[in-house]
């Protein structure tokens, strides 16, 4: 599954998906809004361009590293701190390739997907940021 939403993600459910026969390991990473003096950041996509990039990296992740699954879930929105932002689950035979695999996809996300991050003081001030 590759998606941007608004909604909360049900990670356990997420896992159970996209679990396989031939997989030997799940790597999931969960990147939550860390609390850096900021009450919240704010997320916004080209939602588009956005989808096109993330189902790009799945295909060449899973390529490169020959997974059996790729999910990607990232969410866009106001999210206060301890909110979950990205969960990425890469299915694979084994957990090299799973590690490698998962950390291929959110180095690529990091690269250039348009996917923007204002943060949200607790003074009320924010800024946009990469």
Do not use: N
Request: charged share 30%; with cysteine.
């Amino acid at each position: 599954m590759i998606s941007i939403q608004k909604e909360d993600i049900d990670i356990g459910a997420l896992i159970q998906q996209s679990r396989d026969s031939r997989m030997g390991a799940q790597v999931v990473f969960v990147g939550t809004v860390r609390d850096d003096g900021i009450e919240a950041i704010e997320f916004e996509a080209d939602r588009t361009i956005a989808l096109a990039d993330l189902t790009t990296i799945a295909a060449e992740a899973t390529e490169k590293y020959g997974l059996f699954s790729v999910d990607i879930i990232h969410r866009d929105g106001i999210l206060p701190t301890g909110e979950t932002i990205l969960v990425i689950i890469a299915g694979a035979g084994h957990r090299e390739e799973g590690f490698a695999g998962c950390r291929y996809i959110i180095e690529e996300i990091k690269k250039y997907v348009p996917i923007w991050k204002k943060d949200i003081t607790t003074a009320g001030d924010s800024r946009w940021h990469d």
